[in-house]
């Protein structure tokens, strides 16, 4: 059995300046993609490895980076016929400038290659937003179950399971996809809280009806400005199976009922409300997300005004984490620890909702070439020289500070992950600006399909037929 293994991954964000082009890509080629212990569990299986690629959330993929990436997977998976299936790691939000939506154009490209009786199957991110084309186009498409996300190989496993069953059994699925007019952050739709948790519950009832293979709620990413931006259903059943279409059809219906229960887990508040409530409380560290620049949501994490405000507030034991400036970093590198130094932090990448906002402090720590912390009155800042998330307390290590330690800690992200949700003696979702602004109805949609909830609130869904 022969089967071959393709995709390109990631989340676009539309609001997004910025442009996600080839250097930001990691790229695994042929032997390379298969050299975890995943793919030596399947026995009697011959993988046919092409080419995987993907890159954190970032702005549009540029269309040069997005063909180059695709005409070597194409190629690759030519060279390697015939196979007899087709594995693809998706995110399922991948928009390309020009383009439009990644995934479609994708698969559309393979299925020329390997034909219409060769099955696919796909796994995809939580946040995706499938096209009726990707459905279509694949016999099984099967997505993350968790928000935050912990079942990235459990997802992959199920899906390759499905592809050697097609493959073993010749039986041929299909994906009974519904687009529901819902559009959701990923912050209000966390799987361990309502309605979220009880919606997820009923994937596996619905697998285990007869005719039914698979069952998939997919959030949509809100942040990427596509006419397939939704929440999605997936319920994948046996060739012309009707039950199927019935489960899909139930469960669209009950998150249309509930739609209106989805809600951040956290207190959210503005940025200053969000600083008051930290400084008055007893307990810490008190977390703050900077929801509108959150850097694992396509944000460019170089907004300041959490600086400004805290700095404002006179806030002591504080620390943001961190501020993407690698001009600010290395001028800390130049001066060396122990030099107070004038400087414009942030507001280089995201020009539209953020601003250079100039400071004097004292540089406590350099680690070059990347890293650098600066201490302005009582807030200490660390200055990265790239975009990342400050998810875990290893993360903080780099930059010499104890996170049980801080008051207040502001990060760049939305939904709190790893370490720092377990830490955090309370959270606040700060509704800051950015590019993954929560204000969904402030954002400039242009391909957005209308009507759809929350931004136009009377009008009424057709429900599709059982």
Known sequence: MRLAICGIRHESNSFSTMKTEIENFRVARGPEVIQNDFWKSFQDVEWVPTLVAGASPHGLVSKNAYLELKTELINRLSDSMPVDGVFMSLHGAMHVEDLGDGESDLIRSVREVVGLDVPITGSLDLHA????????????????????????????????RHLINCVWDGSRPHNVLIKLPLLLPGEYAVTK???????????????????????????????????????????VGEENSREAHKYAA????????????????????????????????????????????????????????FLEKLLDAGATDAVIAGITDPDAVERCIQEGVGSEITL???????????????????????????????????????????????????SFQQAKIDPMEQK????????????????????????????????????????????????????EWCFPLT
């Not at 997919?218 to 397939?228: K, R």
């Not at 669209?252 to 959210?268: L, M």
């Not at 507001?347 to 600066?374: C, I, Q, R, W």
């Open 129 to 160: 937003n499938v096209s009726p084309i990707l459905a279509e186009s694949t016999n099984v498409l099967t997505a993350y179950r968790t928000a935050p996300h912990v079942d990235g190989t459990e997802t992959m496993n199920r899906a390759v």
């Open 250 to 305: 139930s469960l669209a219906r009950d998150i249309w009922s509930r739609r209106e229960e989805f809600v951040a887990e956290v207190e959210t508040a503005s940025v200053e409300e969000a600083i008051g409530i930290a400084m008055r409380r007893n307990e810490r560290p008190v977390v703050i997300s900077d929801s509108g620049d959150n850097v694992t949501a396509g944000g460019a994490g170089d907004i300041p005004i």
């Open 193 to 235: 809280t309502e309605p979220a948790r009880s919606l997820y519950a009923r994937l596996p009832e619905i697998e285990s009806e007869q005719g039914v293979l698979d069952a998939s709620i997919l959030i949509g990413c809100a942040w990427t400005d596509s006419p397939y931006t939704s929440v999605s259903v997936i319920v």
């Open 408 to 459: 207040i800690i502001v990060i760049k992200m939305g939904l709190l992950i790893g370490d720092i949700r377990d830490i955090a003696r309370k959270a606040i979702m700060a509704l800051s600006p950015g590019f993954t602004s929560l204000a969904l109805d402030q954002l400039p949609y242009k391909q957005l399909s209308r009507p759809i909830f929350p931004l136009d609130a009377d009008f």
């Open 344 to 394: 414009k932090i942030g507001g280089k990448m995201d020009k539209v909702n953020g601003y250079p906002f100039e400071v004097t402090g004292a540089v406590e720590h350099v680690d070059s070439p990347s890293l650098a912390v600066l201490k302005i009155e009582g807030v200490r800042v660390i200055l990265v020289s790239d975009r990342r998330a400050f998810t875990s307390l290893r």
